[in-house]
């Protein structure tokens, strides 16, 4: 999620600054690496993961890794089609099929193997399925397997998923938001300690690459599983150097102290890159949106209504203070759009004719005097009761995008007479706070996945309560048509319904949807067949070769 998300050279001193290390079994040591499973690649990430535990995180340089250590069951093809189950490729399952309606079985690939040896098996299944939907655990995607009510080992290699409903995206839904986790590994542990537990700072995983160093604050590397069943990665080495923020990274990357980056997002950083001819540019579908989301609930307290946001009509007047298009010229450039409500460019329901607020500061202000909030002292900040119209933003230290946006929407709000004042914490700070509703509003973004079932409900819906919906908006009007589109047997019976919802949110305004980026990655040019899947930029990265006779120096380093 653009940081937190909410996602997204020539090192000369490789060994010495980073401290890098990585096995290297087809190569002599004598004159480093030089065969085809060479390469080492270094990623410049804004900010730092929290945990390496897919159940428990939604930060997008963890995702991002996490990627490359666990499985799924199959995944989602390049056209990133939801529908059925066609476009999807085999990972851990070689196989599948429906036994009825509501019933859909995998047959696991019995080559399959955890990086300690153990076989794969469908308990893992099972026991992954219990871990997401189980309060104790507390995944921000619990709310998306809502509709699948069991998951059983038949046997050790077939796992057997039972839905409540019949509805296109069945599919979709058990495979997607699952990675597969070691039962024998975390069967033991207390599952509201899985945050704390070591595994999630040194994890064992069944995917192409194995762990091998988290040094905090500096970086995550990983290496490539030669014994990997569906085919050993063809660059052997993956590092993700933590930088402090999003024009950092983009400069390491053009002085080639970094092999790339999946998002520039600015016109200032993709100039920055372009200019440096060791990298080539890889423009490809946006799949993240922004927003300033408001806390519907009292600052820490969510059983009362926040003093100035539980009410409907100054949301409205606040979202209407806002020039929106003005703000994507002054910080984007042409490099992304307005969103017509809570989805990037990705989703197929984006459409510019949805009804939403118009940028009207008169209408804005006769609201908020409508409702009580005058300028009763001539000091230019309205206020009611003795109490002034005045909020904190929450915004990450890591993302200059969202500081930017935090500082030009304190001035329009101060034009229309509301007090602001912009919090800057570390992205982990931001999220524990957000996760606890400890804040007034906050600058917020999300990587979408490719479907809006699932990431309009996890973060929008009531079904989000205690995982991502951090602003406690609840609309009973909103939640049913979601609901119906997301049964609906087609895109065409779906569409109407999804607009109704997003008109819907859109007249509610417990957001201010800000921005919806497109995506320019940057790499180095020796790195070939690179693609790069909208949803999940890393989804692919163990497909991705460097030829030998393109080596450099840090390709070659060994341990």
């Known amino acids: ?20 290390v990585g096995a290297a079994t087809a190569c002599q040591r004598s004159a480093g690496c030089t065969g085809a499973y060479c390469g080492t690649l270094v990623f410049a990430a804004v900010g730092e993961p929290d945990i390496l535990l897919p159940p428990s995180t939604q930060q997008v340089a963890a995702r991002d890794i996490e990627e490359q250590l666990f499985l799924k069951l199959a995944d989602i093809g390049l056209t990133t089609n939801t529908i059925g189950d066609e476009d999807f490729q085999p990972l851990l399952a070689e196989r599948w099929e429906w036994d009825g309606p509501l019933t859909l079985v995998f047959h696991l690939d019995a080559r399959a193997r955890w990086q300690d040896g153990q076989p794969v098996t469908a308990s893992d299944v099972a026991f992954t399925f219990d871990a997401y939907t189980d309060s104790a655990v507390a995944s921000p995607y619990r709310a998306n397997l809502r509709r699948v009510a069991s998951v059983k080992a038949r046997d050790p290699q077939t796992a057997v998923f039972r839905f409540r409903e019949r509805y296109p995206e069945m599919f979709y839904d058990a495979v997607y938001h699952m990675r597969v986790l070691p039962a024998h590994l975390l069967r033991g542990v207390p599952r509201d300690q899985w945050k704390t537990a070591p595994f999630g700072r040194q994890p064992v995983g069944d995917g192409p690459y194995r762990f091998v160093a988290w040094r905090a604050g500096q970086t995550i590397e990983l290496v490539a599983d030669s ?84 009410d409907r009509e100054v949301r ?54 409508a409702r009580g909030w005058r300028d009763s002292d001539g000091d230019g900040i309205r206020d009611r009761a003795g109490e002034r119209l005045a909020f904190h933003i929450l915004v990450p230290s890591t993302s200059q995008t ?12 101060r034009a229309v007479g509301a007090q602001v004042e912009i919090d800057e914490v570390e992205q982990s700070v931001q999220s524990e706070r957000a996760a606890a509703g400890k804040f007034d509003a906050i600058l917020q973004a999300w990587n979408n996945d490719p479907s809006p079932s699932s990431g309009v409900p996890q973060v929008w819906s009531h079904a989000g309560f205690r995982g991502s919906n951090f602003l406690r908006y609840d609309s009973p009007v909103f939640d049913t048509l979601v609901s119906r589109a997301t049964r609906a047997a087609s895109s065409k019976q779906a569409r109407p319904l999804w607009r109704a919802a997003v008109e819907t949110i859109n007249a509610d305004a417990p957001a201010i949807f800000l921005f919806a980026p497109d995506n320019v990655a940057v790499f180095h040019s020796r790195v070939v067949d690179v693609r790069l899947r909208p949803d999940s930029w890393a989804a692919l990265l163990r497909t991705w070769r460097i030829p030998p006779d393109r080596l450099i120096d840090r390709d070659r380093v060994e341990r």
């Open 1 to 20: 999620m653009l940081s937190a998300m909410l996602r997204p050279r020539r090192l000369v001193v490789v060994v010495a600054a980073l401290g890098l």
């Open 227 to 310: 014994t990997f069943f569906l085919g050993r990665p063809a660059i052997r080495r993956l590092i993700w150097r933590f930088s402090p923020d999003l024009q950092v990274a983009a400069t390491q990357v053009a002085a080639d102290q970094a092999d790339g980056r999946e998002a520039l997002y600015t016109p200032e950083n993709i100039a920055r890159v372009r200019a440096a001819p060791q990298l080539t540019l890889y423009p490809y579908r946006g799949n993240a949106y922004g927003y300033l989301g408001f806390n519907l609930a009292a600052n820490g307290d969510t059983t009362q209504p926040h003093p100035i946001f539980g």
């Open 316 to 369: 409205r007047a606040l979202t209407m203070a806002v020039d929106r298009a003005r703000l994507i010229k002054s910080v984007f450039g042409d490099f992304a759009k307005v969103p017509p409500g809570p989805m990037s460019q990705l989703w197929w329901i984006w459409d510019p004719e949805v009804r939403q607020l118009p940028y009207d500061t008169v209408q804005a202000r006769r609201l908020l005097a």
């Open 402 to 413: 969202r500081k930017q946006y935090a500082q030009l929407l304190q001035e329009q709000f």
